[in-house]
């Protein structure tokens, strides 16, 4: 099956800092990715739809100037957590789907755990 | 907004008995599909259901999807050691992005 990269894997950053998280599709093109975050023992929940060449959709809730989405080419989009807090420790994951192919299966990276101190 | 839930959030069984999980949405759902993710890693894609009372089967794995499209069913016979993780339905509503709202998951734990 399709490959989606998600770096880094984990990553402990101080209060304050931005940390850039990054998803690839290695071997198709996803003109739309998506990012969730999931608590310890909870579900996916969906934070924003990134759409290559424009502007991410975010859901409810989120803020779109702390968690910053840019999808720059076909395969690659990137998460930063700008000015992280604690609360913003969780494991952040991206999917993608082969749309070009009509794909409904989502492929995910392996997610990244974020610690903030 | 769109909410999936499912029930039951836990569950415990012997090795070789059923297991079934149900999913239920607040509106009705394009498609819906399942996943299984193991401690520590990432969703890993089962199956998509479409059609109003489609059932699918993979193995021990059933599937079912409800007539009103608005829930659906994940029932594994027989269970075994490697059944062991978080099972999420996610719906999907239609629309240009097709996005996917996951549901609360329910955790098998298979005792040998």
């Known amino acids: 099956g399709a490959v989606v990269s998600q770096h880094p894997s984990w990553v402990i950053c101080k209060s304050g800092t931005s940390v850039k998280i990054e998803c690839r599709s290695l071997?198709?093109?996803?003109?739309?990715m998506f990012w969730y975050r999931q608590f310890p023992k909870q579900s996916l929940m969906l934070m924003a739809t990134?759409?290559?060449?424009?502007?991410?959709?975010?859901e409810q809730g989120v803020e779109k100037d702390k968690f910053l989405i840019n999808h720059a080419s076909l395969t690659l989009s990137t998460l930063t957590v700008t000015s992280a807090h604690p609360e913003d420790s969780s494991f952040y994951i991206c999917?993608?789907?082969?749309?070009?192919?009509?794909?409904?299966?989502?492929?995910f990276g392996q997610g990244t755990r974020l610690t903030v101190v | 907004g769109q909410q999936v839930m499912q029930i039951p959030q836990y569950q415990h069984v012997q090795e070789g008995e059923d297991f079934t999980t149900y999913c239920n949405s607040s509106t009705t759902l394009s498609n819906i599909q399942w996943y299984k993710q193991r401690p520590g890693g990432h969703p890993v894609f089962l199956i998509q259901?479409?059609?109003?009372?489609e059932v699918k089967k993979q193995k021990r794995l059933t599937f079912q999807f409800g007539e009103a499209k608005k829930n659906s069913s994940l029932h594994i016979t027989a269970t075994q050691t490697t059944d062991v993780g978080t099972y999420f339905c996610?719906?999907?509503?239609?629309?240009?992005?097709?996005?996917?709202?996951f549901g609360t998951g329910t955790l098998l734990a298979v005792q040998p």
């Open positions: 259901l479409v059609k109003s009372g």
């Open positions: 996610a719906g999907s509503y239609g629309g240009a992005t097709n996005k996917l709202i």
């Open positions: 990134s759409n290559e060449g424009s502007k991410a959709t975010y």
């Open positions: 999917s993608a789907r082969d749309l070009y192919l009509g794909s409904a299966e989502a492929f």
């Open positions: 071997d198709f093109q996803a003109t739309t």
